[in-house]
Antibody, heavy 124, light 106 residues
């Protein structure tokens, strides 16, 4: 059974960089044809897709939400079977539960498997 | 961006009731629609994709329908474990976007 687990600091200072890692178990990022992505949810609010990455032929191909594209990087580390999120210049508006997830295939489509989520608070 | 509008934003129902939630897209999405269930403190869970295809392991009381811009999620006979927030999501275009959610309460 595929499992995803987020990890990273729960507190980030305003203007600094948020970095999270998603560790994938019982499935290989490098040998599977899936997109892997990040979704966030501010406390008490709805869901926002951040970006997703597809790994093929020793290259990762990323797609981002245009509203965050200038600040976001999603990348893959196949040696650790992990993918990561970097979000620069954070503000209080970036406070949210961050989920990593796997899409249903090699396109940006439904999200079939999710991590449990990790709360990141941006402090001033 | 494609805007996804869910209605109602909340509803009250009883065990055994039939419940219908609507999701309207700001443009046609060719059935590129998924529905999720989220319980407090938990990650969303995929229920349906391609507007009407049931995800493996999801009870058959959940169903989806619609076309073009208008889609619905139905629960034929509400069970105690179905009280949750439901979200629709379109994957027709980047950026992927979600509806605002519908809270199903007792």
């Amino acid at each position: 059974q595929l499992q995803l687990q987020e990890s990273g600091p729960g507190l980030v200072k305003s203007s600094e960089t948020l970095s999270l890692t998603c560790t994938v178990s019982s499935g290989s990022i490098s040998s599977s044809n899936y997109y892997w992505g990040w979704v966030r949810q501010p406390p008490g609010k709805g869901l926002e897709w951040i970006g997703s990455v597809y790994y093929s032929g020793n290259t990762d191909y990323a797609d981002y939400n245009p509203s965050l594209k200038s600040r976001v990087t999603v990348s893959v580390d196949t040696s650790k079977n992990q993918f990561s999120l970097r979000l620069t210049s954070v503000t209080a508006a970036d406070t949210a539960v961050y989920y990593c997830a796997r899409h249903g295939g090699e396109y940006l489509q439904q999200l079939t498997h999710w991590g449990q989520g990790t709360l990141v608070t941006v402090s001033s | 961006d494609i805007q996804m509008t869910q209605s109602p934003s909340s509803l009250s129902a009883s065990v055994g009731d039939r419940v219908t939630i609507t999701c309207r897209a700001s443009q046609g999405i060719s059935d590129s629609l998924a529905w999720y269930q989220q319980k407090p403190g938990k990650a969303p869970k995929l229920l349906l994709y391609a507007a009407s295809r049931l995800e493996s392991g999801v009870p058959s009381r959940f169903s989806g329908s619609g076309s073009g811009t208008d889609y619905t999620l139905s629960i034929s006979s509400l069970q105690p474990e179905d009280f949750a927030v439901y979200y629709c999501q379109q994957y027709y275009n980047n950026p992927l976007t979600f509806g605002g959610g519908t809270k199903v309460e007792i």
